[in-house]
């Protein structure tokens, strides 16, 4: 029977063995929804990098005309970038066939810490179903990885967790063992704050990411990332080439 772990910050990872396992990164506000945006809307491919340094480095093997250098720090377009980290900056007329060079202050550092797993794939409300799909589909082991925002715990990284196990574990009938206390957690904590919307949006917007984003005035964001399965496709990352596509 496939295990469901939930780990709730990428640090609460600890010695896990990843490598028979699939690792859903979860960054909800907003790297995961982001890169669900580039890709769905048509981008060849998304490749997260782990500073600016690096981001430049690797938009450097591209013509200027095939590629955009995406992300943010602080929230806010990084000086040089041509995106900045708004899911609603994605379009397709924006990025199709385009190959995106992206780095944020968190989500692609939560991506990185999956590097030795067998599947990493990116998870969000915006492909919720898709994910859970594939899930099925596998047949592995899954570690559920919240990014967190600096650092901290944040609601809405958690709420999708706790989704994930929803639909994974808590349905009559279901295979799925949740595999920690985490998993659980993550779980009841969707049980009681998500089935309600009034509640769900009430917790999503007092949620520490969101927080940040309200005071950049970037409620249409926020907005867009609660929105679920926009999108029915799931970014998959080769470590080895270092490009998230879609299979």
Known sequence: MPVLFAHLLPTLLEDA???????VVIDILRASTTMVHALGNGA???????????????????????????????????????LDNSPLHYGPEVVSGKTVIFTTTNGTKALWSCRTAAEVIVGAFVNRKAVCQALKRS???????????DGQLT???????????????????SNWIAGSVQ?????????????????????????????????LGMEADIERCMQPDL?????????STGELTIR
């Open 139 to 149: 047949g592995r082991d899954v570690h559920l990885i919240c990014a967190g925002t």
């Open 183 to 215: 998993t659980r957690m993550a779980g009841d904590y969707f049980a009681a704050r998500g089935a309600d919307p009034a509640v769900f949006r009430k917790t999503f917007f007092d949620s520490l990411g969101a927080q940040n984003l309200l005071e």
């Open 17 to 23: 063995d990843l490598s028979n396992s699939t690792c």
């Open 231 to 239: 999108f029915d496709c799931v970014p998959h990352w080769n470590a």
């Open 155 to 173: 609601a809405e990284d958690i709420l999708f967790a706790g989704s994930i196990v929803q639909l994974l574990v808590d349905q009559p009938g």
């Open 44 to 82: 060849r491919a998304v490749i997260p990098c782990l500073n600016v340094d690096d981001a430049h480095a690797a938009a450097d093997k591209f013509p200027a005309s095939a590629r955009l250098l995406g992300g943010e720090r602080h929230g806010q377009l990084i000086p040089g970038f041509d």
